[in-house]
């Protein structure tokens, strides 16, 4: 059974920065698209960065210039590396990937707080 299990949220002040790690487990054949969203208190789910097996990303508007997405193919993980925050980042951040483990599918993990105060 696959599983993505995040890493590296928490509680930061405005400017600071965090490294999130999402870890993908069990029998995989190939992972494709794996990327970072987001929910804050009270809001929809929304996309903060993709990045696709040969390295090509996306960004959200709000993540872009302060946020690198990045993967290590060799270890099945993403990472999330965040500067500059600002409260408004606050919410619970899920990794996401596109696995096949003999059939493709979308996996979540199961959401890690950060939390930026002011």
């Known amino acids: 059974q696959v599983q993505l299990v995040e890493s590296g949220g928490g509680l930061v002040q405005a400017g600071g920065s965090l490294r999130l790690s999402c870890a993908a487990s069990?029998?995989?054949?190939?992972?494709?698209?794996m990327g970072w969203y987001r929910q804050a208190l009270g809001k929809q789910r929304e996309l903060v960065a993709t990045?696709?097996?040969?390295?090509?990303?996306n960004y959200a508007d709000s993540a872009k210039g302060r946020f690198t997405i990045s993967r290590d193919n060799a270890k099945n993980t993403v990472y999330l590396q965040m500067y500059s925050l600002k409260p408004e980042d606050t919410a619970v951040y899920y990794c996401?990937?596109?696995?096949?483990?003999?059939?493709?599918?979308?996996?979540w993990g199961q959401g890690t707080q950060v939390t930026v105060s002011s």
């Open positions: 996401y990937a596109h696995i096949s483990d003999s059939v493709w599918r979308d996996y």
């Open positions: 990045i696709s097996r040969g390295g090509s990303t």
């Open positions: 069990g029998i995989i054949f190939s992972i494709n698209t």
